[in-house]
């Protein structure tokens, strides 16, 4: 897996996940900053010209750095799950394939401290190159569910006492209505089509981010982002968030 890009490396790298380093002749203290890292964890670095970097990155920004990652553990729902520190928090994606928006939502899940992302192995945007600069690094972090069937999984995910809520334009049902204090799956659906039926059916609920410009829907990435900080907001301000039970 080849990621690049200053700020994905030093992820990769803060996370033990960088294999092997090609940078170019850059000076300055950002890349002090990853040859410091790669030096720390005993990465093999080696010096190559900006022709070799953009043959790598396939011709992406690659601000001078390219890395090759070890492979990520796979993780099963089940883990996703009974890994969370508290109520889990996982985000769904059913048919996303753009990598950049697969970046970005891994961005979004990292920064609200959700415990992992569920996505179909078959059509799915690969992790590296332009998902992980989107990812800003993330990738390196994010727990991530590879599954066949992401309808089989809404089912495993409820037998596992999680709430799958999924987001569609037409609910009627306001995404801050909805009691995100719960064990939760926030399930996110293309957007050119949206969910799935069956994905849709499994839903235990279907909400919606209301609109009140001229447009009638947002990037999947943000709707994302606007889901997650809210279930952020309503577990800060829960009581049983800020006053824990001893058996919790």
Not at 74 to 93: C, F, K, N
Not at 202 to 229: E, T
Request: one cysteine or more.
């Amino acid at each position: 897996m080849i990621i690049f890009g200053i700020n994905p490396v030093i992820e990769a790298l803060r996370a033990g996940r960088v294999r092997a380093l090609q940078v170019s002749a850059r000076a300055d203290d950002r890349m002090r900053e990853v040859l410091q890292l790669a030096a720390a964890r005993g990465v093999r670095v080696t010096r190559v010209d900006a022709g070799a970097l953009d043959r790598a990155s396939r011709g992406g920004v690659h601000q001078g750095v390219v890395a090759e990652l070890s492979g990520r553990t796979p993780a099963t729902v089940s883990e996703l799950v009974r890994g969370a520190a508290g109520p889990p928090l996982i985000v769904v994606l059913d048919g996303i394939e753009d990598p950049q928006n697969v970046g970005a939502i891994l961005r979004t899940v990292d920064a609200a401290g959700s415990d992992g992302l569920v996505r179909q192995s078959r059509r799915a945007a690969p992790l590296e190159a332009v998902a992980g600069k989107a990812s800003a690094g993330a990738v390196a972090w994010v727990r991530i569910a590879d599954v066949v069937n992401i309808a089989r999984a809404l089912e495993e995910l409820k037998e596992l006492n999680v709430w799958t809520v999924g987001l569609a334009g037409e609910a009627s049902r306001p995404y801050d209505h909805v009691d995100l204090t719960l064990p939760t799956a926030i399930v996110l659906g293309s957007e050119g089509t949206g969910l799935r039926r069956l994905v849709r059916e499994r839903c235990d609920v279907l909400a919606s981010i209301p609109m009140v410009g001229h447009v009638s829907s947002l990037n999947v990435s943000v709707a994302a982002g606007i889901v997650l900080f809210e279930a952020l907001r309503q577990r800060r301000n829960s009581p049983a968030f800020l006053f824990p039970s001893a058996e919790r």
